[in-house]
């Protein structure tokens, strides 16, 4: 009986964080329920193309549930070049301001998405094997993120960009990069700075000149900001209520079940709900700082800590966004914003951690 | 490992951050977004600005409001334009170009309501409700619109009402109009918006950013503005409207001794209620915006002979049996002058002159007087001056100065001399009372909808001319014997004396050849003058015109014999 009890007891803390991300996908299956009931987007249908995604995420938590994620190290030499091709594919064939998926018939994805995992496994199986202090090395490293990340820059998807870089930076932080050539890239960063200004698109600038002047233009540019602040603002304490929001329900506020799914959680339940919520987040985020603690395997740690940066990232990006402390650049909340291509690199991201944590300590 | 730590820090760090804004934003300034969250999703629609009601002098609707549906769009909402035109051309019967055009315009606030089509009939609305399911951003919102109790027959004398211009707008923007607004654009309508208009009326509706309306909130009746009564008679009104037919032209009735209007018909006239098909009219020849009474410049012809007549005796230029030979020709200098009589009119003298308006006669007169003489008549009876009528837009005509003018033509009205028929109305009125000049008038009162009286129009005496008894004798005279058995003898009523005078309104002297314009005025009853009226018909000719003024005047008076004492007299001013 005690021996069963530990057993249980050993297989939810293995499979801890696989299980608490479904806390996560479940609140946001409820946001995004309560997006639903909103106008314009109603008839969509998103909440089930949404589950649909989630049934296809646990599908491949079931098929990988007892991988090894040492398996990946030799994907990333078919899989890194994959998502090259498909990142040109996107910016040739990108039609519109903002083109970031490709469709395949009825399915669609976002390779932008999946690249950031990618570029994770790939840097780590890299970095694990050399000594980042060296300057080629470092280079290598550079070019690895530099390519998707320059790809990405072009669609534009500036969100996304900014994540390569936190997960550059992540990644080569815990692989001990020096002080000095910290400070060495910082300073080829503020020098090229003009020059990425130069080939920002326009409406990136306007992003980044109307963050800091919401007023330059009310009704254009700074109206997503504006509204998201109205939005989080009026929810007050205990929020108005789920399903009850005036300001996500009435379409005031554009892209609410995506990147500004933030705002719906805030309008609903408040700052309780906020607060509760933004705990819940950190938790799972620490629970991740815990893996990347324990773990030995300098591979394994790597792509743990890249995990973790993207998690981090997109959350601190998207709710620092969303409440104006930080420009609007358009990247979404991982597993509360709709989105299957975001969704299912959450539960893969999850898996090989959890992967991680189970295979790490065998040595 | 401290490079962990360093993680922790900075995720605990920024998680921190993001709450305390989180706080700042939901706490602290939870009242300030709050109230714009409110203002976000609650509009005000307008449910139009209720006017007060029109009465005549009796008592009468003449204009009142009626509820109505407007068609409206949301520009932000009109995805598939053609669809939209495809299905709205054949409800409306609009042209596709002219909707394509509307639908398509930029307009400043994308979500605002446009009004598409006012005043929807109960078929359009049905058809549009049916197919509403393929129009978003189409709406049927209700409104107020005016319903004109006489139509076409107080079009030019109480206006209509429309949207407020764009010229408008820039001038009353101050006065807290704003675009979309609803305002008089003609006549009684106009010139007492400021009294007429009330304070709109809305629904309060809870809207989503599309401007869709999702529930009603509250609603709030308008309150209507102030009621004003005319001096018009709806029955005199009504009778000059029939008499004056399918003729082009117009007529004014008034009351000699206060200068009340009692009636006023312009024709061609338009449909106050239903302005669109006009508007393409607009360009047309016919005018039928155009109200004749006040804002037609025609020169006054043989009516204008009434002022030689006065000026002759007046200055004794001429005595009441002086006689001149009437031959049917002069030659003055190189030039020939006809009468109209080609035979002429032989040995005549004023008493017969005038009623037969014998030019010879008086373009002999008006040479011996000279044309300043007759100018400075002319001005003194206020002729080419407006007459200061409660009506937007009146002209002022023309007397030309001493050089511009020749005493023959002057002294019979050609020339370059032009008066509306407004002013001749007052002429002979101001004959009619012996030499008061009254300012017409319309508006009697406004009325609070209380019942306090806002405003009172009393009757204005603007000048007294002194005019001779004796020559007002022979003037009045020759002007009944003008009905009698001269040129105005079909205005002749059985049972009434009628004095008036018939005028052959040429143009303009390059128009000679040309149709004229048959005009007459005339007062009744000759003893105690009760009714002036002036009938001018564009193309007509002026026994035709005297004709109308007799049926007119039997149709007021005749029955009036049988009832003594009915709604007319009862009512007219007396002095």
């Known amino acids: 009986m005690k021996q069963k009890l530990k057993y249980m007891r050993n297989s939810i803390s293995e499979k801890n964080l696989i299980?608490?991300?479904?806390?996560?996908?479940?609140?946001g299956l409820c946001i995004l329920f309560s997006a639903s009931k909103g106008i314009v987007l109603a008839k969509e249908g998103f909440l089930i193309r949404q589950i649909l995604w989630v049934l296809i995420g646990t599908f491949f938590v079931y098929i990988f549930r007892n991988s090894d994620y040492r398996g990946l190290e030799k994907a990333t030499y078919i899989f890194y070049p994959l998502i090259l091709i498909f990142l040109s594919i996107v910016l040739v064939k990108g039609e519109g301001r903002a083109s970031r998926w490709i469709g395949f018939g009825w399915f669609y994805f976002q390779p932008s998405e999946f690249a950031k995992l990618i570029v994770i496994i790939t840097l780590s199986s890299y970095l694990s094997r050399r000594d980042i202090r060296r300057f080629p090395v470092l280079f290598t490293s550079l070019i690895i993120v530099g390519i998707p990340f320059l790809l990405v820059f072009k669609q534009p998807n500036l969100g996304t960009a900014i994540i390569f870089i936190l997960i550059f930076l992540g990644i080569a932080y815990i692989a001990g990069i020096t002080r000095k050539q910290l400070i060495g890239l910082f300073l080829i960063v503020i020098l090229s700075s003009p020059l990425l200004w130069a080939i920002m698109r326009e409406y990136q600038r306007e992003r980044i000149l109307t963050f800091i002047n919401p007023m330059r233009d009310p009704l254009g540019k700074g109206y997503n900001l504006l509204q998201a602040k109205i939005t989080i603002g009026s929810g007050g304490f205990i929020g108005k209520g789920f399903m009850q929001g005036t300001q996500t329900k009435l379409a005031f506020l554009p892209e609410y079940h995506t990147d500004f799914i933030f705002c719906v959680i805030a309008e609903e339940f408040g700052f309780l709900g906020v607060l509760i919520f933004v705990l819940i987040y950190y938790y799972f985020l620490n629970k991740i700082l815990e893996i990347v603690k324990e773990t030995k395997d300098d591979f394994g740690k790597f792509v743990a800590t890249g995990i973790f940066v993207m998690f981090a990232g997109h959350f601190l990006i998207n709710l620092g966004m969303t409440i104006g402390i930080f420009p609007i650049v358009g990247i979404p909340l991982p597993f509360i914003s709709y989105g299957g291509s975001s969704l299912i690199v959450s539960i893969l991201s999850v898996i090989i951690l959890s992967s991680i944590k189970n295979y790490s300590t065998l040595f | 490992m401290e490079r962990e730590d360093f993680l922790k820090k900075f995720l605990f760090f920024f998680t921190c951050i993001i709450l305390v804004r989180c706080f700042y934003l939901q706490i602290v300034r939870y009242p300030y977004y709050y109230?714009?969250?409110?203002?976000?999703?609650?509009?005000?629609?307008?449910?139009?600005?209720?006017?007060?009601?029109?009465?005549?002098?009796?008592?009468?609707?003449?204009?009142?409001?009626?509820?109505?549906?407007?068609?409206?769009?949301?520009?932000?909402?009109?995805?598939?334009?053609?669809?939209?035109i495809e299905i709205?051309?054949?409800?409306?019967?609009?042209?596709?170009?002219?909707?394509?055009?509307?639908?398509?315009?930029?307009?400043?606030?994308?979500?605002?309501?446009?009004?598409?089509?006012?005043?929807?009939?109960?078929?359009?609305?049905?058809?549009?409700?049916?197919?509403?399911?393929?129009?978003?951003?189409?709406?049927?919102?209700?409104?107020?619109?005016?319903?004109?109790?006489?139509?076409?027959?107080?079009?030019h004398l109480l206006g209509y009402i429309g949207e407020i211009s764009k010229e408008q707008l820039d001038r009353l923007k101050n006065k807290g109009f704003k675009m979309g607004d609803i305002i008089g654009q003609d006549g009684i309508e106009k010139k007492y918006d400021e009294y007429l208009r009330g304070i709109p009326g809305g629904i309060q509706v809870e809207v989503d950013a599309l401007g869709h309306q999702r529930r009603i909130l509250g609603r709030k009746e308008g309150t209507s503005g102030n009621d004003i009564i005319l001096s018009i008679d709806a029955t005199i009104q009504e009778i000059a409207y029939e008499e004056l037919g399918e003729k082009k032209g117009c007529i004014a009735i008034m009351d000699p001794r206060n200068g009340e209007i009692l009636a006023l018909v312009s024709k061609p006239a338009f449909d106050p209620e239903n302005l669109i098909s006009y508007l393409d009219e607009r360009k047309h020849s016919e005018k039928p915006f155009l109200n004749r009474v006040i804002k037609g410049q025609y020169p006054p012809g043989s009516i204008f002979k009434i002022i030689t007549e006065i000026s002759a005796l007046e200055t004794g230029i001429i005595k009441e049996y002086d006689r001149i030979e009437c031959t049917g020709i002069m030659e003055v200098r190189d030039r020939v002058f006809h009468c109209w009589k080609e035979e002429g009119h032989g040995w005549v003298d004023i008493n017969l002159a005038l009623p037969f308006s014998c030019n010879i006669f008086f373009g002999t007169v008006g040479m011996k007087l000279g044309v300043s003489r007759l100018i400075e008549f002319a001005k003194n009876f206020e002729l080419g001056k407006p007459t200061g009528i409660d009506l937007p837009g009146e002209a002022s005509g023309y007397i030309p100065s001493p050089y511009e003018a020749d005493p023959l033509n002057l002294s019979i009205g050609q020339g370059p001399i032009t008066t509306t028929p407004i002013q001749l109305l007052n002429l002979i009125s101001t004959v009619a009372n012996g030499g008061n000049i009254w300012q017409p008038f319309i508006v009697k009162k406004i009325i609070s909808k209380k019942g306090e009286i806002i405003k009172e129009n009393t009757p204005y005496l603007k000048k007294t001319v002194y005019i001779d008894s004796e020559t007002l004798d022979i003037l009045r005279k020759g002007l009944k014997n003008v009905v009698e058995f001269g040129t105005g003898v079909r205005a002749k009523v059985k049972g009434l004396e009628i004095a008036g005078k018939t005028g052959t309104a040429q143009r303009a002297a390059t128009e000679i050849g040309l149709p004229t314009h048959g005009a007459f005025v005339c007062y009744a009853p000759f003893d105690n003058p009760k009714i002036a009226i002036v009938v001018f018909l564009d193309y007509g000719s002026s026994p035709e015109a005297a004709d109308i003024a007799g049926k007119i005047l039997k149709r007021i008076f005749i029955p009036e014999k049988m009832e003594e004492g009915n709604e007319t007299e009862t009512e007219i001013y007396e002095e």
Do not use: M, W
Not at chain 2, 44 to 55: D, K, L, S
Not at chain 2, 56 to 75: H, I, M, Q
């Open chain 1, 19 to 27: 299980s608490f991300s479904y806390i996560l996908i479940f609140i």
């Open chain 2, 35 to 84: 109230q714009l969250s409110i203002k976000n999703c609650i509009r005000v629609i307008e449910t139009g600005i209720p006017r007060g009601i029109i009465y005549d002098r009796n008592g009468r609707v003449l204009a009142k409001d009626a509820p109505s549906a407007n068609l409206v769009f949301v520009p932000y909402d009109i995805k598939d334009v053609e669809k939209v």
């Open chain 2, 88 to 155: 709205l051309s054949d409800i409306l019967n609009y042209d596709r170009e002219s909707l394509r055009k509307k639908l398509t315009r930029k307009y400043i606030n994308p979500f605002d309501r446009v009004v598409l089509k006012r005043n929807l009939t109960s078929l359009e609305i049905s058809l549009i409700e049916e197919n509403l399911y393929r129009l978003p951003g189409i709406f049927v919102q209700e409104d107020i619109k005016r319903v004109y109790t006489f139509g076409k027959g107080t079009a």
